[in-house]
């Protein structure tokens, strides 16, 4: 059983950073998949970025490359997503989820079992 609750969503103006934290509990943190996804209004919930249970790979979607960070530190239970460079279309609500026991960093959303519930990150124009 893993619990997770995101922090650090806000209202940013364009070109802003944020640093998006993802709180895990349960003893099996360290072997799980975490990944980022957001949602728009009237929007699917699209892949952002995900880290490998070590930290040591990481897979991020088109927008996210360039200009979002994830990383991890399991001895702390925590997972983040620096985001620099932000857009208006970076609005959104950011979950962060969690899959135990697989190698693949997957990036579609049935692929992860365990979800937050979301933080709001708006960035205005």
């Known amino acids: 059983q893993v619990q997770l609750v995101e922090s650090g969503g806000g209202l940013v103006q364009a070109g802003g950073s944020l640093r998006l934290s993802c709180a895990a509990s349960?003893?099996?943190?360290?072997?799980?998949?975490v990944g980022w996804f957001r949602q728009a209004p009237g929007k699917e919930r699209e892949f952002v970025a995900a880290?490998?249970?070590?930290?040591?790979?990481?897979n991020y979607g088109e927008d996210a490359k360039g200009r979002f960070t994830i990383s991890r530190d399991n001895a702390k239970n925590t997972a983040y997503l620096q985001m620099n460079s932000l857009k208006p279309d970076d609005t959104a609500i950011y979950y962060c989820a969690a899959q135990p026991g697989i190698y693949r960093i997957p990036s579609r959303r049935f692929e992860y079992y365990y979800w937050g519930q979301g933080t709001q990150v708006t960035v205005s124009s």
């Open positions: 349960g003893p099996t943190f360290s072997n799980c998949v």
């Open positions: 880290i490998s249970g070590d930290g040591g790979r990481t």
